[in-house]
């Protein structure tokens, strides 16, 4: 870590800043109120109010938003004429999936090896801890030279779309000359990188349905046709023979120039099993950054424990596909949603249902923002030159913000790194990342308000 004041200031406060990731990662904020209380999702809201309220913010507010979660605003005032920066993240969560898989309770914020694990703890609750530290550093050397606009979002992992509308409908609320969206992160711990492409996305539930009810397999099976099978069939040619996804009409041989994203290295951070190949054909970039991935999420269908020998009348699933820059989102939804209907066999009736979508987005990285930000990520990171990578998951906001404010630079960082496995189990944050990522928005703030 470079020896600066703002470097020291930040060092001191990681002890706070634990304390506080402590408290945010407590709540189960995860937006699918099915799942997991309402309450707790509010809960993390209030917290994060409170912060804001802590350190000055004015017009703090809870915005409800059109999908029935609430975003966190706050403002507070720069010098005169300066210019104003948007900051967000998220402290909406992904579900821990099966918590028995974790190590240790994913809703404590729990040291080991060095790393602090956690739901949320990188994705993105640490974000928000991210910017708080960045602010308070600033204030703590000479004041923030910036006025700061900061949103926290409460269903960014739904997609569902609750701040994107509600943006659209007050569009002078975040407006800004410069947005920096902390849900990204390095291509790897120690390497500071800026992502320059994010996939966008859509969400579509696709149920099958063949008989009025079940039926004995041993009396009717053979003839009677299984809706569970036909199922398996439709998401079966979403795939070729290698894995690449095939959805008719959807362009999916796009190649990535840029940071390349070796084979090996791909295998260790994905944690592929000995033996097994990885999917698809092109350069690991090409797949992850600039082609369509469909993924099925999950199935509705008798689990094994306690199957009774019958033919299935009915059965569904959760598709997600990812779609790169260049394609739009609601023409994949509509490719993928008729693929589906064209590939259901024997008849079978089929309903499909989009329940998601974001699009894809493209930054532009020879911007003076990023100018400003290279300096500071390299200053940061010991003089490491700052990378830009694209990034597979998907931040609707991006191309909503791009689109209401066509004038302003948007920057996307963060602390998601391979190590931190954001969205399975045992998600971490390296402490020394939190640390540097804070150190280099401060300096970052510092550098665009003097146009250095």
Known sequence: MPSHPIAETVASLMPRAKAELTELVAFKSVA????????????????????????????????????????????????????????????????????????????????RDGRWYGRGSADCKGGVVMHLLALRALKANGGIPVAVKFIAEGSEEQGTGGLERYAEAHPDLLRADTIVIGDAGNFRAGLPTVTATLRGMTLVRVEVDTLEGNLHSGQFGGAA????????RVLDSLRAEDGSTTVDGLDSAGVWEGLQYAEDDFRRDAKVLDGVGLIGEGTVADRIWARPAV?????????????????????????????PPGVDAAEATKLLRAHLEAHTPWGARVRTEQVGQGQAFRADVTSPAYEAMAAALSEAYDGRQMQASGMGGSIPLCNTLGALYPEAEILLIGLSEPEAQIHAVNESVSPDELERMSVAEALFLQRYATGA
Do not use: N
């Open 32 to 111: 699918d109120f099915e799942q997991y209380p309402k309450s707790e999702s509010e809960a993390a809201a209030h917290w994060v109010a409170d912060a804001l309220r802590t350190e000055g913010f004015e017009d703090v507010a809870l915005l409800d938003t059109p999908d029935g979660t609430q975003s966190v605003y706050g403002y507070l005032p720069g010098p005169e004429g300066a210019p104003t920066v948007l900051l967000y993240a998220h402290y909406d969560v992904q579900p821990p999936l099966d918590e028995s898989g974790w190590t240790t309770p994913p809703f404590e914020l729990t040291e």
């Open 295 to 323: 993924t099925v999420l999950g199935i509705d269908c008798p689990p094994v424990v306690g199957a009774t020998p019958s033919v299935q009348a009915g059965a569904r699933a959760l598709i997600s596909l990812r779609v």
């Open 225 to 232: 046709p299984d809706a569970l099978a036909a199922l398996v």
